[in-house]
């Protein structure tokens, strides 16, 4: 918790960087703005101090957090810094779009689809992040920490994705294929745990 929050401290007083194209909190004068370092294109809605830094500290795996072009605490979605596409079907409250972020790996990051049962933990699909919006979803709905699980362990072109039909079931998960989602040859459903093995 400690190194999180010195993390945001951090990026608020340097340039921070977001693993691959670097992003970073520039100064406007209608609050912050997220930035593409390399040619300057700004992503989503002008942001606080505090929320440009959050964003960028939770940024991995070339995704970051912005807030979408809508009002409420529902306005944040996943970006993909390469492509400059939104990734996911709806926006979400702040820190569930920072926890996806945190957990993105191998392009993929978990996007929400719109299934709202819970508070919106349930409605979650790891997402191809060279696809935009909910074309690069991959299997059906699930707990976002079943999701994090499955994106944190993306690997080799592949991560694990729901076979359940959107219960956000946990025991039937099995490996796709990332760019194509289609099934990894010899793949067995098990647990989301047993899957990111």
């Given amino acids: 918790?400690?190194?999180?929050?010195?993390?945001?401290?951090?990026?608020?007083h340097s340039p921070a960087r977001a693993d691959g194209p670097g992003i970073v909190c520039v100064p406007a004068r209608e609050?912050?703005?997220?930035?593409?370092?390399?040619?300057?294109?700004?992503?989503?809605?002008?942001?606080?101090?505090?929320?440009?830094?959050?964003?960028?500290?939770?940024?991995?795996?070339?995704?970051?957090?912005?807030?979408?072009?809508?009002?409420g605490d529902k306005s944040w979605k996943a970006v993909s810094v390469a492509h400059g596409h939104w990734l996911g079907r709806y926006a979400v409250p702040a820190e569930d779009c920072f926890?996806?972020?945190?957990?993105?790996?191998?392009?993929?990051?978990?996007?929400?689809?719109?299934?709202?049962?819970?508070?919106?933990?349930?409605?979650?699909?790891?997402?191809?992040?060279?696809?935009?919006?909910?074309?690069?979803?991959?299997?059906?709905?699930?707990?976002?920490?079943?999701?994090?699980?499955?994106?944190?362990?993306?690997?080799?072109?592949?991560?694990?994705a729901n076979g359940n039909g959107g219960t956000g079931d946990h025991r039937y998960w099995y490996r796709q294929w990332i760019a194509t989602a289609g099934l990894v040859d010899g793949a067995r459903p098990g647990t989301v745990f047993e899957c990111s093995k």
Avoid: N
Avoid at 33 to 45: C, Y
Avoid at 129 to 144: I, Q, R
């Fill in 1 to 12: 918790m400690i190194a999180f929050f010195a993390a945001v401290l951090l990026s608020l």
């Fill in 31 to 71: 609050g912050y703005r997220l930035v593409r370092e390399s040619d300057g294109v700004v992503f989503g809605k002008p942001l606080s101090r505090a929320e440009c830094g959050l964003s960028v500290a939770a940024a991995a795996d070339g995704v970051v957090c912005a807030r979408a072009d809508i009002s």
């Fill in 99 to 160: 926890e996806a972020t945190r957990h993105a790996r191998g392009g993929v990051v978990c996007g929400h689809t719109g299934l709202v049962l819970d508070g919106g933990k349930l409605g979650w699909k790891p997402t191809f992040t060279a696809k935009p919006d909910d074309k690069g979803f991959l299997g059906s709905s699930a707990w976002l920490d079943f999701c994090k699980v499955a994106t944190l362990h993306a690997r080799e072109g592949q991560a694990c």
